[in-house]
Nanobody, 124 residues
Framework: VQLQASGGGLVQAGGSLRLSCAASGRTFSSYGMGWFRQAAGKEREFVSAISWSGGRTYYADSAKGRFTISRDNAKNTVYLQMNSLKPEDTAVYYC??????????????????WGQGTQVTVSS
């Protein structure tokens, strides 16, 4: 599966962005999907994940209450709605595709396919 992330940009603190990740190739609903981010000089970290059906969602503590993950299997797309953004959310955001049944949704090694990343910059 090929993944294409988009929707990043520059936003002021307190603002919102919606990231999209479009998938092509194999059946999108065969994959659990995740979002990770990597700030400059730091390791890639888990943000959120969603089961193949959308029935289960997972969030890092830093994302709870501010970010919402969703997916539209008819459109082969997963979304990350980010509200109340903070400067510490600044990073390159990556979408990833993993097994249909995610066992360790927060583990980057759970995922087999990665998009190219989209930059999110939050100014103070």
């Amino acid at each position: 599966v090929q993944l294409q992330a988009s929707g990043g940009g520059l936003v002021q603190a307190g603002g919102s962005l919606r990231l999209s990740c479009a998938a092509s190739g194999r059946t999108f609903s065969s994959y659990g999907m995740g979002w990770f981010r990597q700030a400059a000089g730091k390791e890639r970290e888990f943000v959120s994940a969603i089961s193949w059906s959308g029935g289960r969602t997972y969030y890092a503590d830093s994302a709870k209450g501010r970010f919402t993950i969703s997916r539209d299997n008819a459109k082969n797309t997963v979304y990350l709605q980010m509200n109340s953004l903070k400067p510490e959310d600044t990073a390159v955001y990556y979408c990833a595709a993993g097994p249909v049944a995610l066992v360790r949704p927060g583990d980057r090694y759970e995922y087999d396919y990665w998009g190219q990343g989209t930059q999110v910059t939050v100014s103070s």
